[in-house]
């Protein structure tokens, strides 16, 4: 059998962390067995290498892998994708297609945020995993099919199950071996190697000296939360690869990159935080999506009062002033790092709302409008949201187009907020 040190070198994987080594010996043991495995852990913990160590150290090594996001593809062609369809199943269907399901056959499938699938193509994958049988959209033929599933996730299975998204069978028949990573935070002693592979690798990709983390810096660094886990490791060292002229770095300049250094606390404020798989940077995504368009709608505004007050010259010095408004506004909250505010600033607030705080008081405060801040933002797309399901007269399609979110992510949302 393979070893945990040659598997890991393989794969790309750094750490030498106990539970990250179980689960890389835990897949190893299983790979030769088609049983199924569930990958669980946080965002970022990279659940990816996983399926692909199994399919490589298993029999199916020769067949194909298909890695599927299923969050990623909309709920109303997903059944057509895994299981494939019959020349004029829908509108559209203008031949017979082959699914995943069929084309992996003597192979392995990954099924990726397993649980995002639709309650309906649950119901076709348990028959799947039951008996090895599926049956193409819009048709009546059963086919068999030898397929050995991994399956990952990041939400907490359980919750979905109590809240009748996820069947409790299909669950417990996709996670007869469940391998668990662990979040970078209880990896404490790997996340400066992490970092210092990471750091190397962008020193070789931009032809520059490596950055150098300071004693201090370090213990800032393994003092962290990393709710991004890995990935937000990677993207940090890359920021600082590529933004730091001094390569060696102080705890104080690596204290700039780490948002919400402050309370620890990951940015997404959530009445539903723990089966939330929000990511930080998907919130600053919907943020910019909402500014951008109150921008358009400021814009808007500012076309229609120019075509009714032809050139009058005031509006043009009002409108010059908006347009000046909406870039600063964007340099300020696009631009402007998430990090704890400078006492200064904060005092500054505090003067300007005219509310009298103790010293001790003034860093709650900052964090008092990084939430009222966050909770706007959700009132924002509440309203985003219920606007646009209005102008289209309730078709999610239609609205999730507009919003530039996904229809399945709309779906969630429409849950989310009871709409
Ligand atoms: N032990 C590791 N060593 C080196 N790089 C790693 C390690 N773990 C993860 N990575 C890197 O971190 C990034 C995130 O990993 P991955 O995409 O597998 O996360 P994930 O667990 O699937 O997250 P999500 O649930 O958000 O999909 C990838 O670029 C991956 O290569
Ligand atoms: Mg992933």
Not at 21 to 43: F, H, W, Y
Not at 163 to 174: I, P, Q, S
Not at 295 to 315: F, P
Not at 368 to 386: A, P, Q, R, Y
Request: with cysteine; net charge neutral.
């Amino acid at each position: 059998m393979e070893s945990v040190q040659a598997t890991k070198q393989r794969f790309g994987i750094i750490g030498n962390d106990p539970k990250l080594n179980r689960a890389v010996e835990k897949s190893i043991q299983v790979a030769p067995t088609d049983i199924s495995v569930l990958v669980t852990g946080e965002s970022g913990v990279g659940k990816e290498s996983i399926p692909k160590i199994i399919h490589s150290l298993s029999h199916r090594k020769h067949g194909k892998y298909i890695a599927v996001n299923c969050g990623a593809i909309p709920e109303g062609t997903i059944d057509s994708e895994l299981f494939g369809h019959e020349k004029g199943a829908f509108t559209g269907a203008t031949q017979t297609r082959s699914g995943y399901f069929e084309v992996a056959d003597g192979g392995t499938i990954f099924l990726d945020e397993v649980g995002e699938l639709p309650l309906t193509t649950q119901v076709r994958l348990l028959r799947v995993l039951e008996n090895g049988e599926f049956i193409k959209v819009g048709s009546s033929k059963v086919q068999k099919t030898d397929v050995r599933i991994v399956a990952a996730t990041n939400v907490n299975m359980f919750e979905a199950i109590k809240k009748e998204r996820f069947r409790e069978d299909l669950y417990y028949r996709l996670s007869t071996v469940e391998i668990l990573l662990p979040p970078l935070r209880e990896r404490k002693d790997d996340i400066h190697l992490l970092f210092r592979k990471f750091a190397s690798d962008f020193a070789t990709k931009y032809k520059m000296p490596t950055i150098r983390l300071s004693d201090e810096a370090v213990i800032l660094l393994e003092k962290y939360h990393w709710s991004g886990n890995i990935r937000q490791l990677r993207n940090i060292a890359e920021q600082i690869s590529v933004l730091e002229q001094n390569r060696a770095i102080t705890a104080a300049s690596l204290h700039g990159y780490l948002p919400n250094m402050g309370n620890n606390l990951p940015a997404v404020i959530s009445s539903d935080k723990k089966e939330s798989n929000f990511s930080n940077e998907r919130e600053i995504l919907y943020k910019v999506l909402f500014d951008m368009k109150s921008d358009l709608n400021d814009l808007k505004k500012l076309t229609m009062e120019l075509m009714q007050n032809g050139n009058n010259q005031q509006v043009q010095k009002d409108n010059e002033g908006l347009i000046q408004k909406i870039y600063q506004e964007k340099e300020e909250t696009h631009f402007e790092k998430p990090v704890r505010k400078p006492t200064s600033e904060v005092l500054e607030i505090q003067s300007q709302n005219t509310i009298q705080r103790t010293e001790d008081d003034k860093y709650h405060f900052a964090e008092e409008i990084e939430e009222e801040e966050t909770l706007s933002l959700h009132d924002k797309e509440l309203e985003l949201i219920k606007k646009s399901l209005e102008r289209h007269r309730g078709k999610r399609k239609a609205a999730a187009e507009e919003l530039g979110i996904s229809e399945r992510t709309l779906y969630r949302k429409i849950k989310q907020y009871d709409l």
